[in-house]
T-cell receptor
Framework: DTAVSQTPKYLVTQMGNDKSIKCEQNLGHDTMYWYKQDSKKFLKIMFSYNNKELIINETVPNRFSPKSPDKAHLNLHINSLELGDSAVYFC?????????????FGPGTRLLVL | DAKTTQPNSMESNEEEPVHLPCNHSTISGTDYIHWYRQLPSQGPEYVIHGLTSNVNNRMASLAIAEDRKSSTLILHRATLRDAAVYYCILRNSGYALNFGKGTSLLVTP
């Protein structure tokens, strides 16, 4: 029973393509996140959704568009992929926002843009 | 956000205790101290968090200095499975975790 799952695990694609990464959590949490880990291993927040509403939208190109069809899902769509988008993308969830809340991370999606 | 400073790497022998330090001299009174770790090729994983008092759970202990300007994550008996990058993170707002570079822990048999 995976708490936070992501598909696909690996994604290899050409520059200029459009791709989506899906995330699902079965924890009943209200808040979900997307993080990006680049080749230097820095982990950075991209987006946060609370009850399907966008809360955080860091400085991310507008080629990246998150979509939350319901509280259990937060998908990431990327248009016109660039070489620099190659990274590992992690989805996470927490019961709600709050300084004491634990975030639970998915296994990551390894994106390689050729 | 207040900043944390951690050593880049540490090494430990298996079955010995490990003390992972974190300095956060600009911590504010409402900042919680969180620790996460990331095992190789996996997503980050929560370890422990605290505000002022020392905390224990099944994974680790967190010792917080009286002035709160530093803290130490204690793994009581390191195993090979504890080899990971450990992140000390201050939280004063509700949503994002702001990861730094962390400490890469190597555990040798």
């Amino acid at each position: 029973d995976t708490a936070v799952s992501q598909t696909p695990k690996y994604l290899v694609t050409q520059m200029g393509n459009d791709k989506s990464i899906k995330c699902e959590q079965n924890l009943g949490h209200d808040t979900m996140y997307w993080y990006k880990q680049d080749s230097k291993k820095f982990l950075k927040i991209m987006f946060s959704y609370n009850n399907k509403e966008l809360i955080i939208n860091e400085t991310v190109p507008n080629r990246f568009s998150p979509k939350s069809p319901d509280k259990a899902h937060l998908n990431l769509h990327i248009n016109s992929l660039e070489l620099g988008d190659s990274a590992v993308y992690f989805c996470a969830s927490s019961r709600r926002g709050g300084t004491q809340e634990t975030q639970y991370f998915g296994p990551g999606t390894r994106l390689l843009v050729l | 956000d207040a900043k944390t400073t951690q050593p880049n790497s540490m090494e430990s022998n298996e079955e010995e205790p490990v003390h992972l330090p974190c300095n956060h001299s600009t911590i504010s009174g409402t900042d919680y101290i969180h620790w996460y770790r990331q095992l190789p090729s996996q997503g980050p994983e929560y370890v422990i968090h605290g505000l002022t008092s020392n905390v224990n759970n099944r994974m680790a202990s967190l010792a917080i200095a009286e002035d709160r300007k530093s803290s130490t994550l204690i793994l009581h008996r390191a195993t090979l499975r504890d080899a990971a990058v450990y992140y000390c993170i201050l939280r004063n707002s509700g949503y994002a975790l702001n990861f730094g570079k962390g400490t890469s822990l190597l555990v040798t048999p």
